[in-house]
């Protein structure tokens, strides 16, 4: 069982930046891992793929975040960031992180990011 704490959400001008962290209670084998991701939900709207990266490092981004927001890893303390600039109101949601493994899938408890102008 592994299990994701998340951190790093708060509320932000339109215009800044965010760093959010979903830090992994244990060490994953890149051999059973599929991929690594942020997704985030508005209330009454369907939760989003906000980007992605696989055990190949290939990343994939959702087309509103592209340029903006940036996926990283650091494999040897179980940490995955997702880097958000030039944050937009359009951008409030609650963020998940999830890792996807061959034993399963794992989410995060959420982050709320509030973009206020």
């Known amino acids: 069982q592994v299990q994701l704490v998340e951190s790093g959400g708060g509320l932000v001008q339109a215009g800044g930046s965010l760093r959010l962290s979903c830090a992994a209670s244990?060490?994953?084998?890149?051999?059973?891992?599929?991929?690594m991701g942020w997704y985030r939900q508005v209330p009454g709207q369907p939760r989003e793929l906000v980007v992605q990266?696989?055990?190949?490092?290939?990343?994939e981004y959702a087309d509103s975040v592209k340029d903006r927001f940036t996926i990283s890893a650091d494999n040897a303390k179980n940490i995955v960031y997702l880097q958000m600039d030039s944050l937009k109101p359009e951008d409030t949601a609650i963020y998940s992180c999830?890792?996807?493994?061959?034993?399963?899938?794992?989410w995060g408890q959420g982050n709320q990011v509030t973009v206020y102008t």
């Open positions: 999830k890792v996807s493994t061959t034993m399963g899938a794992y």
């Open positions: 244990r060490r994953i084998n890149i051999d059973r891992l599929y991929t």
């Open positions: 990266i696989n055990r190949a490092d290939t990343t």
